[in-house]
């Protein structure tokens, strides 16, 4: 007749349980696997370095978890990855409501000037600073919470015109205006390459990626971070001296454009 009587019910409920577990265990285990293999890349990559880097002989890799659910941070977390990479500030927002704000939190897409209260409030670093008009908003918001927010400029070093980034023109422009926000950190640069078939092909854009931190580190001996390489090239930017990467696909599959927020 279709309806379940106690002692079916609790049979049923533990079966969903035992399935749900196992399907729990089953990600998690592939995460581990992945985890290991990006770890070992990030060795191979290092390992392969031609010249010593002033970036450092460590990269720190950024799990981003854009279009994943929130328990794969706890998961990440739970296995040593202390950085979590959002591209939206709306959903890292709805990620910390359900899970808490644990680890460190990078904002690594584009950010609007109307979105930088927010943005602040949730994040740790904020590498998509691209504008002195982003700035000054950033500067405004950190000021209003007694917050220095630290942050890196990001460079369209490969001129694509559909991606974000400071050119070098506004580059040179907003350096010396930067003593003006007192709010803000300079921790370091962001570049992003383009897509292509051929990986090699990105190699020339962390070159410079990495030359302009070198330069920039004469007048600012205090940064730290050169944020270069995603899922598809970080070992080419760790060999040309990245020391942090953000990596989602490699660590979390395919991004679920389903998943809501």
Known sequence: NGV????????????????FFAEEWEASKVLADNLKLVQQKIQVALDKRNE???????????????????EVITESLALGVQN????????AKHKQEA?????????IGHL???KARQAVAHFDLIESVDSEHLLAAVDKEAARIGK????????NIAHEEQKSGLDREDYLALLPKLADYKNVRLRGLMVIAQKCDDVEATRPVFAAGYRA???????????????????????????????VVRVGTALFGQRDYSYQF
């Open 4 to 19: 379940l009587y106690p002692s079916e019910i609790l049979e049923d409920s533990r079966s969903i349980d035992i399935y």
């Open 52 to 70: 010593k880097k002033i970036t450092g002989a460590s990269v720190t890799l950024v799990a981003v978890t854009k279009n994943h659910p929130p």
């Open 84 to 91: 979590i990479g959002e591209n939206r500030v709306q959903e």
């Open 99 to 107: 899970i808490g704000k644990q680890g460190y939190w990078h904002l």
């Open 112 to 114: 609007q000037t109307n």
């Open 148 to 155: 220095v927010q630290d942050i890196l400029l990001q460079l």
């Open 213 to 243: 931190f070198v330069r920039l580190k004469e007048q600012y001996p205090e940064i730290d971070v050169l944020s270069m390489g995603m899922s598809s090239d970080y070992m080419i930017a760790i060999e040309e001296g990245a020391n």
